[in-house]
């Protein structure tokens, strides 16, 4: 959710539960925080044509009709051995997320099959693009099963090192562990929490109405206990680097830590996401991601 002031040309965010405003100090409490394609040169041989009616004599004409010579080299014709060899070699090994780098790769637990990739616009954006791998078969690597989906994140984009109202979302690899809502659960294997202390208001940074924003949350694993309630607020790495960074429902506009996407996907992500294959979300600006 936003934060109040953040812009002078945006209205400010009002949250009418209490609850939250104790509890969280993230998105869920105000003021906290393919390849080239070869192509084929048709290869034309020259044209015999036959003597002219008008010949001088009866006698055929003196001279030798052109001979069509076959290719070689690198005269532009492609048969099938000259496609063969232009052709790139078949990737080896399991597949890897293509926009991530080797650094951001290694992060990602060897036991997790699903993955949650929300790629900001730029570094300075709030606007990204969320995509959900899955590895079922570690020798097939990993496969894109949704999306890709439209996603906010904080008003100012993205951080390496996230602090209470700076209004940036934490850039890396975290857990998702335990979900809840205003809502009943559609249907997840995840633990949830189903509590009015999910109910939002107010208005955010583009004035935009925050009703039902958590009416689905999943909660992010940044600074805080993996498995607990979203609304845990427990905080390991300390108050000041904030918390309360979830995947929520999305209300039209930046968020305030927070990754947020449409309803309809959060309950989609929320059905296809399982513990036993230890889910995770790879955030970060296009730039970040590729390290």
Known sequence: MPRPGARASRRPPYTVCAAL?????????????PGPTAMRTAAHAPTAHAPTAHAPTAHAPVGHAPTAHAPTGNAGAAGPGAAAAHRPAAPTGP??????????????????RQALVVTGNSPDSSEATAVLYTRDDPTVGWQPVAGPW?????????????????????????????????????????????????????????????????????????????GASPLDPTRPLGEERGGGIWLHVDHGGPTQGCVSLPEDRMEELLRILEPAKVPVIVMGDVTALAR
């Open 21 to 33: 405003l104790l509890l969280l100090t993230g998105c869920a409490a105000p003021g906290a925080a």
């Open 95 to 112: 597949l890897e997320i293509r926009m991530l780098g080797q650094v951001v790769r290694s992060a990602i637990p060897a036991e997790s």
């Open 150 to 226: 439209p996603a906010h994140n904080a008003l100012y984009g993205w951080t390496d090192e996230h602090y209470v109202n700076d209004l940036r979302t934490p850039i890396g690899v975290y857990g998702l562990t335990a979900a809840g809502g205003r809502l009943e659960a559609p249907g997840t294997e995840l633990p949830y929490v189903q509590s009015p202390a999910f109910t939002a208001s107010g208005e955010g940074f583009d004035g935009e109405s925050l009703e039902g924003s958590f009416d689905y949350v999943i909660a992010i694993d940044y600074n805080r206990v993996p």
